[in-house]
């Protein structure tokens, strides 16, 4: 039931029981810095006291912000001057959460922690309401939920994505969000940890009001939330204490709900990589069953188990790494290449690409999803058309889910142009080559690249693993030739190697990356050698499969426990999705290609690609799975047997 936050409450003994290591700090002393910005002001009704988080650029929540914040409720309470506070971020959003460096100092740990400072917001006698603008993620979620109220503005969006860090929300979340939004809502919301926007918060009710958008955005944000505390202080708005809440749904709904999603999270039984997901679930059950002391410690004793396990080990180096890979030394202020980042944005706005098939068709999308006008050229004009047949479809596929408007498609689809010639690539300010993996095809397209281009054009070659100073050796511009290895499918996976060759520029290198950024990807600079360093980390991954295929198991049988470990898909799926052919051109062009040893030689020898062709190490049906769902080949298999037979024993 909600409760007028403003009102003392009935029964105070009747309180649920907060943690026992609660922190106090002393409201007279002087506030902690500037990590939180304590202002009055005036409204028609109330005089409020706001609270600015000052941590840029996200407002992380560190232990100075925490100690501030907590020092801020507590003054603001103390103060009798005082009918309201609001919770505001400074910058360009509310908070991006918890400070993840400090769970390896264990600074996280130290008094106040998140769930102190949370439950200090609650229990508040005066209304506390969060204003809420770009991002409230994580913790910064937790903090609003802690408040009475939460207005937000049009564009913001919340999120509790701390499953992606194989750990879950700490400070509360999972014990607040059942019992504001209900078991289902809470249980989606945080296993996927997807991004909310203010009107489906609004209907989920966690958010009590959404602020149009418009001009003095962050102004008519403060009065959206000083009229939610003037409606507390006259009784005409009711203001929630979440932790006091009941969840809506009977036990027995709860139950089956409860049982349901970790069926559908984790089909096979085998965890892979699910455990944080899972005990969402266990978290939320204990919210809707628990009373919120009995939850809240179900939860801290969830969160310590889930911090030490592999799974979030893992996922929090790769947070970092990701963070880490970004900060490239040509992007450094005052060199020559962070000075030509700053073209990014603008190298999005005439981009060729070469090559119509599933790689190159993948890359104009991502080009044409950020503003830019793509050309699209091909040697042939059959390939060409089904290309563009191909992208066309993934625009279709978008408009029949309510992703984007026929309007929309209709616009991104005219910014798309076709050629049969390269010379029309001429006012391009970035190509990038996506044909097939042969040298020679690739110095031929270059050479023509290099007469036909402006001066500074960007030319990129997405080769997965030639020589980017051989292919750059032919033209007379080495310094504008780069590497930019997408992954497929190129619209969709975030990886792109940004390859430097000997002779290529910084101002090259920093111009990509900032293009790559651009693009929504994350690119890794790396250098020049047999495979980079995606395709050597995946050798050996893929041989050690190759060689269990010629002890006797069958794709299936190899790629069902990788996936059960984890993993998107197996090797030989994988294999499918990208093109069988084109580790088939390497070998070729290699000089190791042979199908009397290698099936995978033989397999393509078959024209059996993968998924383009309906065949590959498995079949493909159009009308299963849109054409993408493996379906096992016993007659392949069959064969591959045969292939075993035929080899000579060790």
């Not at 020092?71 to 009918?83: E, L, T």
């Not at 996280?108 to 209304?127: H, Q, R, T």
Request: proline share 6%; charged share 25%.
């Amino acid at each position: 039931p909600a409760r007028r936050a403003s009102l003392p409450r009935a029964k105070e003994d009747a309180r649920v029981p907060r943690q026992e290591h609660r922190t106090r700090i002393d409201p007279t002393a002087a506030m902690a810095g500037p990590a939180v910005r304590y202002t009055l002001r005036r409204f028609p009704a109330a005089q409020v006291a706001i609270l600015e988080l000052c941590n840029p650029p996200v407002n992380a929540l560190s232990k100075e912000i925490r100690e501030a914040l907590l020092q801020g409720v507590q003054r603001a309470d103390a103060d009798p001057d005082v009918r309201g506070v609001i919770v505001k971020g400074a910058g360009a959003g509310f908070s991006g959460g918890a400070d993840i460096s400090e769970f390896a100092s264990g600074r996280a740990l130290e008094a106040p922690v998140l769930p102190d400072v949370c439950d200090a917001l609650e229990d508040c006698s005066k209304p506390v309401v969060a204003a809420i603008h770009g991002n409230a993620m994580g913790g910064g979620l937790e903090v609003a939920m802690g408040c009475h109220a939460r207005v937000a503005a049009e564009g913001a969006t919340l999120s509790l994505p701390e499953v992606k860090l194989g750990i879950l929300p700490g400070a509360g979340g999972t014990q607040r969000l059942p019992r504001l939004v209900g078991v289902k809502h809470a249980i989606s919301v945080m296993t996927s940890g997807r991004p909310l926007g203010p009107a489906e918060a609004h209907d989920m009710g966690l958010v009590d009001e959404v602020v149009p958008a418009g001009g003095e955005l962050e102004e008519r944000l403060l009065e959206a939330a000083a009229s939610r505390i003037e409606g507390a202080l006259d009784g005409s708005l009711a203001l929630r204490r979440s932790s006091e809440l009941t969840c809506p749904e009977s036990e027995n709904t709860v139950t089956n709900t409860v049982a349901e999603a970790k069926r559908i999270l984790n089909p096979t039984g085998n965890m892979g990589g699910k455990e944080s997901a899972l005990a969402i679930c266990d978290a939320v059950a204990a919210a809707a069953t628990q009373p919120y002391a009995e939850g809240l410690r179900v939860e801290q004793r969830l969160i310590r188990e889930l911090a030490v396990s592999p799974t979030s080990l893992a996922l929090r180096h790769l947070f970092f790494a990701e963070r880490g890979v970004l900060k490239i030394p040509e992007l450094a202020p005052g060199t020559p290449g962070g000075a030509a980042a700053a073209d990014g944005a603008t190298l999005t706005r005439n981009v060729g690409v070469i090559g119509a098939g599933t790689m190159g068709g993948g890359i104009v999308i991502s080009f044409l999803n950020v503003g830019a006008n793509v050309t699209l050229v091909e040697a042939k004009d059959e390939a060409l058309q089904r290309g563009v047949a191909s992208i066309a479809k993934i625009y279709d596929r978008d408009v029949a889910r309510g992703r984007m408007t026929a309007e929309k498609k209709a616009e991104v689809l005219g910014r798309l142009n076709t050629s049969l010639s390269i010379a029309d690539l001429s006012d391009c300010d970035a190509v990038v080559e996506a044909v097939f993996e042969n040298m020679e095809v690739k110095q031929s397209i270059f050479a023509s690249l290099d007469k036909a281009c402006k001066p500074g054009a960007l030319l990129c070659t997405n080769t997965s693993t030639l020589d980017i100073d051989a292919i750059a050796n032919a033209t007379s511009r080495p310094g504008d030739v780069i590497g930019m290895h997408f992954f497929s499918p190129a619209n969709i996976m975030k990886l792109v190697e940004i390859v430097k060759g000997a002779n290529t520029s910084s101002e090259t290198t920093a111009r990509v990356a900032a293009m790559t950024k651009r693009l929504r990807k994350v690119g890794v600079v790396v250098g020049n050698c047999d495979g980079f360093v995606g395709n050597r980390m995946l050798a050996s991954y893929t041989d050690e499969a190759g060689i269990m295929l010629e002890e006797g198991l069958d794709p299936p049988a190899i790629d069902g426990p990788v996936r059960d470990f984890g993993m998107p898909m197996g090797p030989f799926q994988m294999g499918d999705l990208a093109g069988n052919d084109i580790t088939w051109r390497v070998r070729k062009g290699k000089g190791t290609y042979n199908p009397e040893k290698n099936f995978a030689d033989a397999l393509c020898d078959m024209g059996r690609y993968g998924q383009k062709t309906q065949a590959g190490w498995y079949k493909y049906d159009p009308k299963v799975g849109r054409g993408r769902m493996p379906l096992p080949d016993d007659d392949l298999y069959a064969q591959l047997a045969d292939f075993r037979s035929r080899q000579p024993k060790a």
